[in-house]
């Protein structure tokens, strides 16, 4: 067997709506080794959650539809097996952060019932057991395990955001998806959460996709990138190898966009213009309209992707010798 823990192949994910067919997640590649943390970064729209969605087989049906792919996991295709055989890999071996957790806690249930909660049903210890384990998991965050007994709105921002990441490691997952973890947190604050999810992740080998806007975060945390445009994988190589040598056009208007340090800014807005409607793509490569590189040709051919060696593969008709550089 090989090391891959997670190989999506060719992942498509539309959403049929009454305005259109949003084609949100367009033939999408993921490989992930155990231990590995991949940072899956793009604009708001490129398709992150959707994908994240698609792993977790929770994409919302209606409106949403997995049109093809494979999502092999440990070996499996978990496309392909049931919904009982899913539920015991979905917050098991599988556990997902959500965009905006904080409304992912149960006001009403002490912190400590819900990552018992957890507990109980993934490792059928009773409920006292559970309980305890519960107070070990706070602690790991950096939390008194005293805590147990208090209410959601008794936590802090950061802190109910490590409850929920306490929640999501509870089970000991081998896959973590965490889908913007701390862009609800203020700037201190996330360097701690992340800096936690950094020695969480070294102390139990989980393997990590965090989904960011944030060049910044994915080099603090992550082993490998993959930059998402127009719902693909436009680029993906180490960490190394995307910012000492970012080849995609796209790619390389995100770095020329990070902001100094004298400077603010919250939100990506790298390169002039906006994200295609995803009703509606470009026809050619989807980043044409934006590309300070374009050709005719762009507009037609649909790039392959490129493998340029060392696992970095870039999708532009540069790298297949059809466009100057
Ligand atoms: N339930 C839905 N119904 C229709 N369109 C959706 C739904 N969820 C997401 N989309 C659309 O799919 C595209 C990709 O969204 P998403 O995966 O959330 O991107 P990201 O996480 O990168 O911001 C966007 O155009 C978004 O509006
Ligand atoms: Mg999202």
Redesign the pocket.
Known sequence: MSDKLLDVKNLT?H?I?EDGT????NGVDIELKKGETLGLV????????????GIMRL??NP??KILSGEIYFEGNDILKISEADMRKIRGNKISMIF?DPMTSLNPVMTVGEQIAEVIEIHEGLNKKDAIEKAKKMLELVGIPGARHVDYPHQFSGGMKQRVVIAIALACNPQLLIA??PTTALDVTIQAQVLDMMKKLKEEFETAMIL?T?DLGVVAEVCDKVAI?YA?EVIESASIEDLFNNPKHPYTIGLFGSIPNLEEEVERLNPIKGL?P???NLPSGCPFHPRCPKATELCKTQVPKNTDLGNGHKVRCLIYEGLVEA
């Open positions: 994910i959403y709506t949003v084609k949100a997640v793009g604009e708001t729209g490129a398709g992150k959650t959707t994908t994240a969605l994409v919302p409106p949403g965009q889908d913007e989904i806007h998402m719902g994200m409607d995803p009703t």
